[in-house]
């Protein structure tokens, strides 16, 4: 199978001056486009040895600091992230022929923030982090549903649930953002920005052959 890209470059002189404006620009982009999840990205990370592993989570918060989601800090990607603690993140707007990626090194959120967005999730969600030993083999699905009801007779619609202390975010602080657009004959745009110190806006600006 094979898609030609018709869509409109992206030159230098269109980009933001940093990352995250330029980001904000082309995430609101694809969110009126009608593209499913724009939040939806690709979160690969990597064992102590090296060995990769990738799923598809939720962007749950962005800003100058980096890029937020939220797990079971027991799950495969939390044990991986503590062994080695750097990650890369992929937006795939395919619809746009756009993807973004995202690499740098991961922190956990503090504690106060990870409470205030825990209070935000419906009620459904805070009891299924709970319930879920994520990543942990169980023995069959009824298992989880049984756990999922104990949890909803302790905790009912409208009484706050506490917040797991095995459950929290994690930022990505972006070292490099690539933009990458697709363009006629392959011959597609990928300008990446590069975090550094010494230039005015804290970061530079390279583009990279398709």
Known sequence: MRKHYTHEGLGEDQLAPDPIAQFTRWFHEADDSGVVEPNAMVLSTADAEGRPSARTVLLKGFDARGFVFYTNYGSQKGAELAAN???AL????IALARQVIVQGR???V????TAAYFRTRPHGSQLGAW???QSSPVDDREVLEQRYADLER???EGEGVPVPPFWGGYRVIPE???????RANRLHDRLR????????TGWRVERLCP
């Open 106 to 108: 991961v922190e956990k």
């Open 110 to 113: 503090g504690r106060d923030e």
């Open 176 to 182: 490099s953002i690539e933009f990458w657009q697709g």
């Open 85 to 87: 603690p750097h990650a």
């Open 154 to 156: 302790r905790y009912p």
């Open 131 to 133: 319930a879920s030993e």
């Open 90 to 93: 992929l937006f795939p707007w």
């Open 193 to 200: 920005y590069l975090a550094d110190p010494a230039a005015p």
